[in-house]
T-cell receptor, first 115, second 115 residues
Framework: AQSVTQPDIHITVSEGASLELRCNYS??????LFWYVQSPGQGLQLLLK??????LVQGIKGFEAEFKRSQSSFNLRKPSVHWSDAAEYFC?????????????FGTGTRLTVIP | EPEVTQTPSHQVTQMGQEVILRCVPISNHLYFYWYRQILGQKVEFLVS????????KSEIFDDQFSVERPDGSNFTLKIRSTKLEDSAMYFC???FGQGAAGELFFGEGSRLTVL
């Protein structure tokens, strides 16, 4: 069965510091992996996705993520965090016949950015 | 930029009452979804809808739930007789194409509180 684990419930970083949010997945086939961000009062916005090819994927807002099959991980990174990055971040794995018909989400990591 | 819109943003209802949550997907999208997020828990897939029928549903989506696309623009989720445990944020999502190529666009959510 598909599952996603985000081990960090809450992370606090200083503005300008680097960020890494962890995500581990469990899926029997080649995974389709996603990171979404949810700002307060907003819907879920896609940051980036991995389907195949280069294991380092670039997303919007300066985020990147690296797919590591050997570790079943898809960690999200940003070299320098901005105050506007404070939000909830969700990792998800795509499942279903074509791999992206529905998504299984992790429990999310809430990011707080301090000045 | 096109977006998925949901109404109401917040609904409070008594246990046992019927609730209809409404969504207007992006106009040229063909695949429609409902997800929910119980407070403090992960976002969970409920149902997907294509070509005027349910294509996939989770075990959460029991007989109390139904979906409909009554007029070609709205996509509704009905809960026939609400229970306390139905209290959650409900997200509508849509995408244009099937499979990995289609990005899932989410609405801002409808918060349902069952008293």
């Amino acid at each position: 069965a598909q599952s996603v684990t985000q081990p960090d419930i809450h992370i606090t970083v200083s503005e300008g510091a680097s960020l890494e949010l962890r995500c581990n997945y469990s899926y029997g086939a080649t995974p389709y992996l996603f990171w979404y961000v949810q700002s307060p009062g907003q819907g879920l916005q896609l940051l980036l996705k991995y389907f195949s090819g280069d294991t380092l994927v670039q997303g919007i807002k300066g985020f990147e993520a690296e797919f590591k099959r050997s570790q079943s991980s898809f960690n999200l990174r940003k070299p320098s965090v901005h105050w506007s990055d404070a939000a909830e971040y969700f990792c998800a794995v795509g499942a279903g016949q074509t791999g992206a018909n529905n998504l299984f989400f992790g429990t999310g990591t809430r990011l707080t950015v301090i000045p | 930029e096109p977006e998925v819109t949901q109404t109401p943003s917040h609904q409070v209802t008594q246990m046992g009452q019927e609730v209809i949550l409404r969504c207007v997907p992006i106009s040229n999208h063909l695949y429609f979804y409902w997800y929910r997020q119980i407070l403090g828990q992960k976002v969970e897939f409920l149902v997907s809808f294509y070509n005027n029928e349910i294509s996939e549903k989770s075990e959460i989506f029991d007989d109390q739930f139904s979906v409909e696309r009554p007029d070609g623009s709205n996509f509704t989720l009905k809960i026939r007789s609400t229970k306390l445990e139905d209290s959650a944020m409900y997200f509508c999502a849509s995408k244009f194409g099937q499979g990995a190529a289609g990005e899932l666009f989410f609405g801002e959510g409808s918060r349902l509180t069952v008293l």
